[in-house]
């Protein structure tokens, strides 16, 4: 190997030598928060594991309590987060209207911290039951600024046991207009709006 090609080498040596000098507290930097987000993540996901089998015990233990006809099943799930929780609470809301018991289906809704990707249905489920207990206003307060064909339903079911039919009328016809034409529930809707007073339109005019 030529003289020249040793100097080139040690001078490339040199170079990185004094590039890791310059930098050695960038890297230690750079890889411990990579060693850091490796342990976050898997300390997340552990979390999340763990999460969900503290909402299942509970929802096991709820469910149980409601078919047994235990008053306010729902209380073992407060307090429970993320997503299986939701669910679980809904599945046990629904257990409790079923055996007539809607106050303590409203206790077990109120209770859960819904996931946000849920927080809506548990919303409008809950103020459906408000609705259905003599409730209209707190129903309507629940139900404030959503605007999707169901809020819009369920305002109308709201005004409507409030005894303000008109606007009851008003809310129905807006639900109708954003339910697409093929929605299941628009059939419901429109019986609702015929109830309160209201003409179903054509689906090819203006509401």
Known sequence: ??????LDE??????????????????????????????????????RVQQDQQAH?????????????????????????????????????????????????????????ADPALAAVVQQRLAQLLAATGKPDEALKLLDGHADGAALELRGDALAVAGKRDQARDEYAKALAALDVASPARRRVELKLQDAGGRVPDPAEPI
């Open 10 to 47: 040690h001078e490339q040596g040199e170079r990185v030598r004094s590039w890791l000098r310059s930098n050695a507290l960038v890297l230690l930097v750079g890889v411990a928060l990579g060693i850091a987000a490796i342990y976050g993540w898997r300390w997340w996901g552990e979390r």
């Open 57 to 113: 015990a509970a929802y096991e233990a709820a469910i149980k309590q409601a078919e047994a006809g235990a008053d306010n099943a729902g209380a073992a799930l407060k307090g429970q987060q993320g997503t299986y929780a939701t669910l679980a609470a809904l599945r046990v809301a629904k257990a409790q209207v079923d055996a007539g018991k809607n106050e303590d289906a409203i206790a077990t809704l109120r209770g859960i911290q």
């Open 1 to 6: 190997m030529a003289i020249d090609d040793l």
